[in-house]
């Protein structure tokens, strides 16, 4: 998990929708990973 946010491109400006689009790939992962 601290892999994938630290993979996150730092250079993006995060505006609320492009963090919670991430948040939501990033649960989605992790979902998968524990599935």
Do not use: I, K
Request: charged share 25%; glycine share 2%.
């Amino acid at each position: 998990m601290a892999q994938l946010l630290a993979g996150a491109d730092p250079t993006l400006l995060p505006s609320r929708m492009e963090r919670a689009r991430r948040a939501a790939s990033l649960y989605a992962e992790a979902a998968r990973r524990v599935a």
